[in-house]
């Protein structure tokens, strides 16, 4: 089973071992960037890095169905004006 997380501001996803299989930046009034942590605040080791230059554009990843291993947790910290990430993950 999938969990669905929409951030609308820096914060942890889940803690403890994690499979990232998606993620969705959409940019608001802005560009905008999520940094993708493997950790449980903004100290974690950074793993992927998502931008959108464009308003109002998403820019996505999908990371396969046995996704991407994150050891510790999931920590994205999100830049720009009205921006929103989603992240799929078991």
Known sequence: MYSITKLTSSGLVNSGRTELIAVILTSGGASASADILDGTDNSGTS????????NNHSNSCYLGEGGAVFNTGIYVTLSGTGAVATLIWK
Do not use: D, M, Q
């Open 47 to 54: 793993k992927l890095v998502l931008k959108e230059a464009t």
